[in-house]
């Protein structure tokens, strides 16, 4: 490596946050920028460690070993930037990864989790460093589009314009199959427009890729769900192949009493519409569930949770609570949760460190179980009740919560936000094409072929595999499209 001893000498270190209470007037990304000096330094950081765990995850394994899904040669690109090799660690960085901009944003970094330095050190600063090489590569002008030199003259479709459906369509098109992506919102991106908040992801970052696809030769089509604006009939017989991205989007519901009362909404109906009434009117078409004075109880402790937090507050909400039904997790590793594993410790995020500045203290509450939502009498919100609970063993050895008796507590609640992950994909579109479900109800196809009962169709992402992160559906995306390339042409030289 560049510098054999930067790990004894130099600390981890990343970009300093906005202070919230400059962000929370605004809908800006959190991070500030580090200088270059800096981001070398911390590349330097990167260890001669013989294996590099952080570059290879599994899906057998995963998510209980980290590591990265796409395969990213991170060592090598770490050498680069501290070299200032900058066009060379991208050129490096795209072969692995067709979108680090989103990825060096929003990803939690399982490579991070399995850095070798973090076995006894603070690992090093993986995610921060993919960033600054594709942010660097973009203010260069060294990310262009690049279109195919030649088509096959094959067609496919691909339902969702998430990461997913993009990594798949972004393939297919360098292979030279002339791909149409179909979206049923009025913007492309799925997850990323409309499911993750601005303050983690500009759209404009956003949009700012999917323009370079198309220049590249894909056709987005937006406002069209197969299966109502197009039959599947018709879309299996106009293209060769299709793949099924759709994401996992039914979301887990809450079986309490008084679910059915007003002011009650599932996470990413609150997400959306404030992402598309922020972009189509800076909110002033109303068009939103807006929190502004409002006491907001949000259900569901993991990175949804934490974006109706930051969402709250910008609104200007009166209080938030955040409820997680699972135990606090420790500030370090614990015994049983060794190196290399995915680190199930405490984080403060973004949400969090802004409800401690505005409010005072963490707004997370852990072990807590919903026990029924209390009615002003009009049909309204008035009240979350809860009760604490202990996790403990049953007789089949599975974990089951237990109420602890006179533990019971009220939260007033104007609005509740059910942020308590997805069951899977939805089912008519499945049904439309034919395609068979797994036990969990996703698309029935193996990892590493992505083919469904149905020939021609694929699957891949979400709504494969299940509720996952952004950079497993782009490793899905380009490994179904290099089996349909397969089924397309006999054979493959798709990465």
């Not at 260069?140 to 088509?151: D, I, K, N």
């Not at 072990?367 to 009740?385: R, W």
């Amino acid at each position: 490596m560049g510098n054999p001893t930067g790990f004894l000498k130099v600390e981890r270190a990343l970009p300093a946050d906005r202070h919230p209470e400059e962000r929370l007037i605004d809908w800006l990304e959190v991070h500030e920028h580090m200088p270059e000096d800096g981001i070398k330094e911390q590349a330097g950081r990167c260890m001669d460690c013989g294996v590099p765990f952080c570059q290879s995850g599994e899906s057998q394994y995963a998510p209980a070993v980290a590591g990265c899904p796409v395969n990213n040669v991170i060592p090598e690109w770490n050498d680069l930037v501290y070299n200032g090799r900058w066009k060379q660690a991208l050129q490096l960085l795209h072969k692995t990864n067709n979108f680090p901009e989103f990825t060096g944003r929003v990803c939690p970094a399982p490579c991070e989790g399995s850095c070798v330095l973090g076995i006894n050190a603070d690992p090093v600063t993986i995610k921060h460093h993919e960033y600054a090489i594709i942010e660097r590569g973009f203010e260069e002008g060294w990310v262009v589009a690049e279109p195919p030199s030649r088509r096959t003259g094959k067609t496919v479709a691909v339902i969702g314009s998430g990461p997913a459906g993009l990594a798949a369509a972004a393939q297919l098109n360098r292979a030279g199959h002339m791909v149409t992506v179909y979206e049923r919102a009025d913007r492309i991106g799925g997850l990323l427009m409309y499911g993750i908040p601005n303050m983690k992801l500009q759209k404009e970052i956003v949009q700012r890729r999917v323009d370079l696809l198309a220049e590249e030769g894909i056709v987005f089509v937006t406002n069209t769900e197969i299966g109502k604006d197009i039959s599947a009939d018709e879309l299996k017989s106009n293209f060769d192949s299709v793949v099924i991205a759709t994401g996992a989007t039914v979301p887990r519901d809450l079986p309490a009493e008084g679910r059915q009362l007003n002011g009650i909404h599932f996470a990413m109906e609150f997400l959306g519409k404030n992402t598309k009434s922020l972009l189509d009117s800076e909110h002033k078409d109303g068009n939103y569930i807006n929190a502004k004075d409002k006491n907001v109880v949000v259900i569901g402790g993991g990175d949804t949770g934490t974006d109706c937090v930051g969402t709250s507050l910008r609104h200007g909400c009166k209080s938030v609570i955040q409820l997680e039904i699972m135990p606090e997790p420790a500030a370090e590793r614990a015994d049983n949760n060794p190196w290399p594993q995915w680190p199930k410790v405490k984080l403060v995020d973004y949400g969090q460190q802004e409800a401690v500045a505005v409010q005072g203290d963490d707004p997370r509450d852990y072990q807590m179980m919903t026990k029924h939502i209390e009615d002003d009498g009009k049909g309204n919100v008035k009240a979350v009740h809860t009760v604490a609970i202990e996790w403990q063993k049953t007789d089949d050895g599975r974990m089951a919560p237990v109420e602890v008796p006179g533990s019971e507590k009220v939260y007033p609640a104007d609005i509740v936000l059910l942020a308590m992950g997805f069951m899977g994909p939805e089912g008519d579109l499945l049904d439309s094409l034919g395609v068979e479900k797994d036990a969990r109800s996703n698309a029935k196809a193996d990892y590493d072929k992505f083919a469904t009962n149905v020939p021609g169709v694929f699957a891949a992402g979400d709504a494969r595999r299940g509720q996952s992160l952004i950079v497993w559906a782009i490793d899905e995306g380009r490994r179904a499209a290099r089996e349909v390339d397969t089924f397309l042409m006999g054979k493959s030289y798709l990465p």
